[in-house]
């Protein structure tokens, strides 16, 4: 097996043949993990006659873990993936207000993904709740190790948040009621400017117009508020020469043709916007919770998580995914949209510097849709015939191989 290398403690070197780990994920996963790899199998074996092909590497998480392992995350996954260094994966369950942490969370945190990475764009043929969908292009940079997520709360009636509760009125006069949960959102200027860095350098490679900083910062000074202060900052330090602020460019719109201009909005107002002025944004760089939120609402604009792609990547490590969840009435019924994996998994071959398969992946998808060849999501929304899970993988293979270069 070939495996993927660490160059420099930064950056890959990949072979022409890697070992990639998959895990299958819960519910629908096995449908659509299984459809999306024979996609990007031919999308390799279409662009480059076989010169490079992955060798895929099986990784146990969720239910089926727990089944063979009596461990969700065993360390032995750990360690594959680890060693694959670029993994794929498809939904995993948390179970809400009870057991274990999520296994995302927990997967992002173990190999410091710190940046979860959505792009969301329309497809032609897909129904959209809005006017105008074509407009929507955007990428989502997520904060993916801080905030709300690192999970730090306790229980209303626990000791931890009693002894908490007793911190804050005998230090800082701040009364609350014996029935108030706690939570604490740490958010640091070393994890909010590599994020937003990591922004920046998407904008400037793919030629995008903007980069916005969304934030909550009217309210919370000094976590929200911060992370735009330290965005504005590592803009300034790092990219002066590639970038200019909204409030510069403004002034003199002509003088600064062709460098990225770093905004904010807040995070109430960034929804707004993203229904009124789509066209106004390319890039958008979130704390951990508004990201959340905000890549929802956008993949809602042009049809829904099942053809939202994902990635979270950091400076070594990257396990692209589907964003959506299990669907567990759905689970070995052939019957779930794989579009959201499959974009995922075109998003790992641009990863790996595979453009050519990538672009060629994309394009048999979009052509799919723009024939409205589409799975029961969106064939109910349609009224027309669905295809299987498995029948729409077999449908964008053919239109790549229709396209084949000669």
């Known amino acids: 097996m070939a495996y993927i290398k660490i160059v420099d403690g930064q950056g890959i070197d990949v072979p022409s043949n890697p070992t990639i780990g998959y895990i299958e994920g819960d519910g629908i996963g096995p449908d659509i993990t299984k459809s ?8 390799l074996e279409i662009a480059y006659n076989g010169e490079k092909n992955i060798v895929w590497e099986k990784i146990l998480a969720g239910e089926e873990a727990m089944e063979t392992t009596g461990k969700h995350l065993p360390q032995e996954s750990l360690d594959q993936l680890k060693k694959c260094i670029v993994s794929i994966k498809g939904p995993l369950t948390t179970p809400i207000g009870q057991g274990f942490r999520s296994l995302n969370v927990t997967l992002r945190q173990y190999f410091d993904l710190y940046a979860n990475i959505r792009p969301v764009k329309f497809f032609p043929g897909v129904p959209s709740p809005v006017k105008a969908p074509e407009k929507m292009n955007m990428v989502v940079f997520r904060e993916n190790t801080e905030d709300l997520y690192v999970g730090i709360e306790w229980k209303y009636d626990s000791p931890e948040a009693h002894m908490v509760r007793k911190f804050l009125s005998d230090n800082f006069e701040i009364s609350l009621t014996d029935d108030t949960g706690i939570g604490v959102k740490p958010i640091s200027r070393f994890k909010s400017q590599r994020l937003v860095r990591k922004a920046i350098e998407y904008a400037i490679k793919n030629k995008r117009k ?19 202060e330290w965005g504005y900052e590592l803009a ?22 062709g460098k990225v201009i770093v905004k904010d909005r807040i995070a109430d107002n960034m ?28 993949a809602a604009q042009v049809g829904g998580l099942g053809i939202a792609p994902g990635g979270n990547v950091g400076d070594v490590y990257a396990i692209f995914e589907a964003v959506h969840g299990t669907a567990p009435k759905y689970a070995g019924l052939d019957v779930a949209n794989p579009t959201s994996l499959m974009l995922s998994g075109e998003m790992m071959l ?20 723009r024939d409205q060849k589409v799975t029961q999501d969106l064939a109910r929304i349609l009224n027309i015939k669905p295809l299987k899970c498995s029948e729409f993988g077999d449908e964008v293979i053919k239109r790549m191989r229709a396209k084949k270069p000669e």
């Not at 903007?210 to 735009?228: Q, R, W």
């Not at 919770?289 to 609402?297: E, V």
């Open 36 to 43: 999306s790899i024979a996609v990007i199998n031919a999308a």
């Open 350 to 369: 641009r990863h790996l510097g595979w453009i050519e398969a990538a672009e060629i992946l994309e394009s048999a998808i979009m052509s799919a849709y």
């Open 236 to 257: 300034a330090s790092e990219f002066k020469d590639t970038t200019v602020t909204e409030e510069e460019y403004n002034k003199s719109p002509d003088s600064y043709d």
């Open 210 to 228: 903007n980069v916005t900083l969304v934030h909550k910062g009217n309210i919370m000074k000094y976590t929200e508020g911060a992370f735009k």
């Open 271 to 298: 929804f707004q916007q993203v229904l009124t002025r789509t066209e106004d944004y390319d890039v958008l760089a979130t704390t951990n919770l508004n990201g959340d939120y905000i890549s929802d609402a956008l």
